[in-house]
């Protein structure tokens, strides 16, 4: 059974940090690349990060470049996403999902998701 399932998500401190964790099973995961979404209250969900089946590629979204860092282990079936200097708009629910299709940062070219994990920001 094919499952991604998020962690990691917490309150912290605007300024702070945070690590999110993807683990998936039910597939060969070094085949697929793998897109981290986030969904604010009353806001669509967004694209935020994604990286290629090997790792060597990453792309993030304008609004964290520079503070969030994405990173897989494909001996754990495992991928992270490393979140610094936190802000409050950075508050919503993380998804990792699996990507079937070319462009990384649009929802529609991922067909498995997981359930998702709260960050809020706060203080």
């Known amino acids: 059974q094919l499952q991604l399932v998020e962690s990691g998500g917490d309150l912290v401190a605007p300024g702070g940090s945070l690590r999110l964790s993807c683990a998936a099973s039910?597939?060969?995961?070094?085949?697929?690349?793998i897109g981290w979404f986030r969904q604010a209250p009353g806001k669509e969900r967004e694209g935020v990060s994604c990286?290629?089946?090997?790792?060597?590629?990453?792309t993030y979204a304008d609004s964290v470049k520079g503070r969030f860092t994405v990173s897989r282990d494909n001996a754990k079936n495992t991928v992270s996403l490393q979140m610094n200097s936190l802000k409050p708009e950075d508050t919503a629910v993380y998804y990792c999902?699996?990507?079937?299709?070319?462009?990384?940062?649009?929802?529609?070219?991922?067909?498995?998701w997981g359930q998702g994990t709260q960050v809020t920001v706060s203080s």
């Open positions: 999902a699996r990507r079937r299709g070319s462009s990384c940062l649009r929802e529609n070219e991922y067909d498995y």
């Open positions: 039910g597939f060969t995961f070094n085949y697929y690349a």
């Open positions: 990286i290629s089946s090997s790792g060597g590629r990453t």
